[in-house]
């Protein structure tokens, strides 16, 4: 689990779920091997050097092993599209069904205004996240963006709309998403018994974004491979949690209803 971020039934279920026999040798990569998902999710836990990478792949080149670990990383990335699904929020129970909150991670950029993160004095970008309230689960990904992008902004290019309009669904945040009053319930906001449960589950999105962290490409330096690979590896880090909260690793639940 250290070196991979995942259980080895875990990695027996994203072998399962790439269906690597059928859908990589039809793109050219018939020679694609189960050691390849390793080296990918063990580049995605511990983003180590090019030394460690090879010691850790047997001796295999650079070459090789970046081309099996960006086939497979971004293999993981397209899982998103059946694992994290926004439709698996609990519809009913409430009007807030989602947490939401955006999680910034440090970049080798060098300075840049636009993308400065306060967080870590540095480059960064950020992601949105939402997580049901219901069950813990990952049900929603935005980004990236720049970390000089507010929170609030970021709500509103998809978020916002993807509410139901119809139930009146809000979602549940922190401090950084007023000013959608009636989509976004940030802190202070109702009864005390509606506000000691909207902290506790802006505590479990909390210790959702630090899961995802585990994985040092995300949580550890600054990320030092092209951008849009980053967006593959953050992708990839999100099912790979989910995967884990769907098979015995949940984070803790939550007891949540609205009182008016």
């Known amino acids: 689990m250290s070196f991979f971020g995942s259980s080895p039934e875990l990695c027996c279920i994203i072998w399962s779920k790439l269906d690597v026999q059928n859908t990589m040798a039809s793109e050219g990569y018939a020679n694609a091997d189960y050691k390849h998902l ?123 709309g993807a509410l139901d309009e119809e139930e009146e669904e809000m979602a549940v945040a922190d401090s950084g998403y007023k000013g959608e009053v009636h989509h976004i319930r940030t802190p202070n906001v109702g009864t005390a018994e509606e506000r000691q449960m909207q902290d506790l589950a802006r505590a479990r999105h909390e210790t959702v974004n630090s899961r995802l962290k585990i994985f040092n490409v995300l949580g550890a330096g600054y990320f030092r491979h092209d951008l849009t690979f980053h967006s593959s590896c953050f992708r990839a880090v999100a099912v790979i949690t989910q995967l884990t909260f769907e098979n015995g690793g949940e984070p803790f639940q939550v007891d949540f209803h609205d009182l008016e």
């Open 38 to 160: 390793m080296w990918a999710l063990y580049f995605l836990k511990a983003y180590g050097n090019e030394e460690c990478n090879s010691n850790f792949a047997g001796g295999a080149d650079e070459k090789t092993f970046r081309k099996w670990t960006r086939i497979f990383v971004e293999a993981i990335s397209y899982l998103e599209a059946s694992v994290i699904l926004w439709n698996a929020r609990v519809i009913g129970r409430s009007r807030s069904l989602v947490t939401i909150d955006g999680t910034d991670m440090p970049v080798a950029l060098g300075f840049n205004k636009g993308f400065f993160g306060v967080k870590f004095n540095h480059s960064g970008l950020k992601y949105e996240v939402g997580v049901s309230i219901e069950t813990g689960y990952i049900v929603w990904i935005n980004g990236p963006f720049r970390c000089g992008q507010n929170d609030i902004t970021i709500s509103r290019t998809a978020l916002i």
